[in-house]
C-alpha cells in the first residue's frame, strides 16, 4: 500500500466524517455501547452509524442491521464484535470502501501467541485487499478529544472528564493510554489524544506517533511501547517532533537481553536489545522514562514554555531539613545548587532576618510566620541573579499564620519577572493548590520536584544535542535498516587486523606464522617480548583454549611457546596450525571498542573500559551512527572509569583524540556498504599517554558475502 495513502487514512481516523460501530450495543458501561456513548456525550461532530441486526434504535439513534444499509460509506468503523463475526465484519468494511477500522476484538495474540499471530496475519490481509488499514485487534481504542472522535471503550473516560488540552498519548496497552491521562487530569491538564493500539497487527504505536506529531496543539507527547518492531517509524515521528519543537517522553517496557542473541562478537553482547533503545531515544531526542510517574511528573515544565539555561538551582525553605534534603536531591540528579554573586550577597542580606544566612540553600526559618512579605523579598534579592537557572520552594508545614496566598503570588511574580523554572514541592494539598492556582508546578515533596527538574533540564539536554550533531551533518536515519545477505563469518585475527590496518585503526606490529622456525625468525626481527596467538576463522575468543602465550622474551620460550599452540590447535581439530607473533604493547589502560549490526536498529558502535572484565564489568557507551567526535567524548565522559583518561596519582593524561578516531573509523567501516561487516570486536586497545596513540592488539571481525 502506498506510504502516502497510509498516512491519508490514519489523518482520517484522527478526524473522521463520520463512524459506524459494528456490535453497538444499548448498554453504554459494554464495549459496543461506550464508544456511542463517548461520540454523542462529548461532542462528535460527524455522522454515527450503530449497526446492530436485532435493534432499530441504540442509546437513541437509528440503528442499521448491516453496513452495506448505511446511506454512506463511513470514514472510521469501530469493530466490537468477536469471533468470526470480527472477520466478517472487516470483510464487509472493505468491501463497503471503508478506509480504516478499530478492532477491539480480544482473543487473539495476547491469548494464543501461535494461531492467534495466524489470524492476525489473515485480518490484515482480508484489510489490505481493499486498501483499508487496522488499528487492533485487542484494541481500546482511539480518542481525539479536539475532535470528540472517541472511539474507545474505557472506563477511565467515565470517570475522570476529559478536557482538550496540549498532551498526546500512545500506548501498545489499553491501561496505559489512560493512566497517565488520569493523572495528568488530577493536575489539571488536558488531553488532546489518547490511543492505544493494541497487538499492533497493521498500525502501530510508532506509526500513529507520526500523525499525532503533526497535531500543532501539542506540545508533549508520551510513549508507552512494549515492542518496539518499526524504530524507523518512530525515527520519522522524532524528526517530525523535532520540526515542530515537541517533546516526546517513552517507556519502553518488557526490557530483555533477546538482543544478545543477534550479536556474534565478543562486546557485541554488551549491546542488548535494551541498551540499543536506550541509544536510539538518545540519538533522537527522545527522553526514556522508567516508569509512569517519571513521564507524568514534569510534564507541566513543558507546558510552560520555560527553555533552562542550566543546571544551577537555588532552594528556598522555612525548614533546614529541607533545604539538606533538597541539596542532597540536586546532586543527586545531576543538577547544582547555584553560587551567588557579591552583589546578590548583599541584597539577601538586607532581605533576610538576622538569624537567616544568605547561604544555598536559604533557610528562611520561622519568620515566615510573623512576616509574610519575606519570601517576597527574598525573590526579589534573587531575581537579578545570573548564575540561578531555576527556583525551588519547600514548603513542609503551612497553615493557620502563614499567608500562603501571597506567597503563591509572589511566585508566580519571580516567574514572570525571571521566565525561569519554578517549582513547590509542599506535602499540604491546600499549600500545592493554591500555588497551582497561581501557575507555579507542585509536587509533594522536594524530592520529585528535584527529580522532575532534573529530568526535564536533562530532556533540553538531548534535544540541543540532536541539533547540534544536526548542524553538524549527522542526521538521525529514518529509513527501514537494511540487513546484510548471508550469514556472517568469521575472519581469522591477521585478516582482520589487515582489514583495521587499511581502515587507518592503529593495530599491534605483527607477523603470520606457519612453522616454528617462521615464529622464531619473527620473534628475532621484532625484539622481545612478543606475544604468540594461535590464528583460526573458527575461534574468536583464543586465552580459554591455550591459545594465547604472552610476555615471551627468548628463542627458547617463542619455540615452546609454538609448540604448545601447535598441540592445543591439533587437539581441537583447528587445522592447518597458524599462529601470529605480535609486539607485546605497553601502555596504560585497556580499552575496547565493539561494533554489530542490530537486525531493527542497524549499525551499533560500543566503546568503553577493555580487557578481560569487559562482559563481568561493563562500563562502555554505545552510539547509533552518524554520530560525531563530540558525541564519542560526550559517551567517554559518562564512563565510571572517565576520570582515569585525565591521569590519576602520577598517571599521565591519555591519548583520548587518538582514541576517539580508532571509534570513528570503526564506525566509517560499519556504514561502507562494500564492506560487509556484521560485528567487529577490537579488545583490548592499549590506550597511551597524549601523543603516543592508541593500539588494537586483538580484533574479529565478521563479514558476511
Not at 444 to 451: F, I
Not at 556 to 585: E, K
Amino acid at each position: 500500500m502506498d506510504i502516502s495513502h497510509c498516512t491519508a487514512l490514519l489523518r482520517t481516523a484522527l478526524d473522521p466524517r463520520s463512524i459506524a460501530i459494528i456490535g453497538a450495543s444499548e448498554n453504554p458501561n459494554k464495549v459496543g455501547g461506550r464508544p456511542l456513548r463517548f461520540l454523542t456525550q462529548f461532542g462528535f461532530r460527524g455522522k454515527i452509524y450503530p449497526i446492530n441486526p436485532k435493534r432499530t434504535e441504540t442509546q437513541g439513534l437509528p440503528t442499521w442491521a448491516a453496513l452495506e444499509d448505511l446511506p454512506e460509506t463511513p470514514d472510521l468503523a469501530i469493530i466490537a464484535v468477536a469471533g468470526q463475526a470480527a472477520f466478517d465484519a472487516i470483510d464487509a468494511c472493505g468491501q463497503a470502501g471503508v478506509k480504516i477500522a478499530v478492532v477491539m476484538t480480544g482473543g487473539l495474540t495476547e491469548s494464543d501467541p501461535v494461531n492467534g499471530k495466524q489470524k492476525e496475519r489473515e485480518m490484515v490481509a482480508r484489510a489490505q485487499a481493499h486498501g483499508m488499514r487496522i488499528i487492533g485487534p485487542n484494541s481500546q481504542g482511539i480518542a481525539n478529544f479536539g475532535t470528540g472522535a472517541i472511539a474507545s471503550f474505557s472506563t477511565m473516560f467515565v470517570e475522570v472528564p476529559p478536557m482538550d488540552g496540549p498532551v498526546g498519548i500512545i500506548s501498545q496497552s489499553g491501561a496505559m493510554s489512560v493512566v497517565p491521562y488520569g493523572l495528568l487530569r488530577q493536575r489539571g491538564i488536558g488531553i488532546r489524544h489518547s490511543h492505544a493500539t493494541g497487538n499492533d497487527c497493521d498500525v502501530t504505536a510508532c506509526e500513529m506517533a507520526t500523525i499525532v506529531a503533526e497535531d500543532p496543539a501539542l506540545k508533549v507527547l508520551l510513549l508507552y511501547l512494549e515492542g518496539l518492531p518499526d524504530p524507523h517509524r518512530l525515527a520519522q515521528a522524532a524528526a517530525v517532533a523535532r520540526e515542530r519543537g515537541l517533546f516526546i517522553m517513552a517507556i519502553k517496557s518488557g526490557r530483555t537481553a533477546a538482543g544478545q542473541a543477534a550479536a556474534q562478537s565478543h562486546t557485541g553482547a554488551l549491546a542488548s536489545e535494551d541498551r540499543v533503545v536506550d541509544a536510539f531515544f538518545r540519538q533522537h531526542g527522545i527522553l526514556r522514562a522508567k516508569d509512569m510517574r517519571e513521564m507524568v511528573d514534569g510534564v507541566e515544565l513543558y507546558l510552560k514554555g520555560w527553555r533552562p539555561r542550566g543546571k544551577r538551582v537555588v532552594a528556598i525553605s522555612t525548614s533546614g531539613a529541607t533545604c539538606v534534603m533538597a541539596a542532597d536531591a540536586i546532586a543527586s540528579t545531576g543538577l547544582s545548587l547555584a553560587n551567588f554573586s557579591d552583589g546578590t550577597v548583599a541584597k539577601l542580606r538586607e532581605a533576610l532576618p538576622p538569624i537567616a544566612l544568605p547561604n544555598n540553600p536559604i533557610d528562611l526559618t520561622g519568620a515566615m510566620l510573623t512576616d509574610s512579605s519575606l519570601f517576597g523579598r527574598t525573590l526579589k534579592a534573587l531575581a537579578a541573579e545570573p548564575g540561578i537557572d531555576a527556583f525551588l520552594t519547600g514548603l513542609p508545614v503551612s497553615g493557620a499564620g502563614y499567608d500562603v496566598p501571597r506567597y503563591s503570588r509572589d511566585a508566580a511574580a519571580c516567574i514572570e519577572e525571571t521566565q525561569r523554572p519554578f517549582l513547590c514541592s509542599a506535602a499540604q494539598p491546600s499549600v500545592r493548590d493554591a500555588f497551582r492556582a497561581q501557575g507555579v508546578p507542585t509536587f509533594e515533596t522536594e524530592t520529585d520536584a528535584v527529580q522532575a527538574l532534573g529530568r526535564f533540564v536533562a530532556h533540553w539536554g538531548l534535544v540541543e544535542s540532536m541539533n547540534r550533531r544536526i548542524a553538524a551533518g549527522c542526521i538521525p536515519y529514518v529509513g527501514v535498516c537494511e540487513t546484510l545477505a548471508g550469514e556472517a563469518s568469521m575472519l581469522d585475527e591477521a585478516g582482520s587486523l589487515a582489514l583495521l590496518a587499511k581502515a587507518k585503526i592503529c593495530t599491534i606490529p605483527h607477523q603470520e606464522c606457519d612453522s616454528e622456525e617462521s615464529a622464531v625468525h619473527a620473534f628475532q626481527a621484532m625484539g622481545g617480548p612478543v606475544v604468540l596467538k594461535g590464528c583460526s576463522a573458527s575461534v574468536a575468543h583464543k586465552t580459554e583454549l591455550g591459545l594465547v602465550h604472552l610476555d615471551l622474551r627468548d628463542e627458547t620460550s617463542v619455540r615452546q611457546a609454538w609448540r604448545d599452540v601447535s598441540a592445543a590447535m591439533q587437539s581441537h581439530g583447528l587445522l592447518p596450525v597458524r599462529a601470529i607473533v605480535a609486539r607485546m604493547a605497553k601502555g596504560i589502560h585497556e580499552m575496547m571498542i565493539g561494533a554489530h549490526r542490530d537486525p531493527l536498529f542497524g549499525p551499533v558502535v560500543v566503546f568503553g573500559a577493555g580487557g578481560k572484565y569487559v562482559e563481568a564489568l561493563p562500563d562502555v557507551a554505545m552510539l547509533l551512527p552518524p554520530f560525531s567526535r563530540e558525541d564519542v567524548k560526550s559517551g567517554l565522559a559518562s564512563l565510571r572509569m572517565a576520570p582515569l583518561l585525565q591521569g590519576v596519582r602520577g598517571e599521565p593524561e591519555l591519548d583520548v583524540e587518538a582514541f576517539v578516531d580508532s571509534v570513528m573509523r570503526v564506525q566509517d567501516l560499519m556504514a561502507d556498504p562494500l564492506q560487509y561487516i556484521d560485528s567487529i570486536d577490537l579488545n583490548p586497545v592499549i590506550l597511551r599517554p597524549v601523543g603516543d596513540g592508541c593500539v588494537a592488539v586483538d580484533a574479529v571481525v565478521y563479514r558476511t558475502g
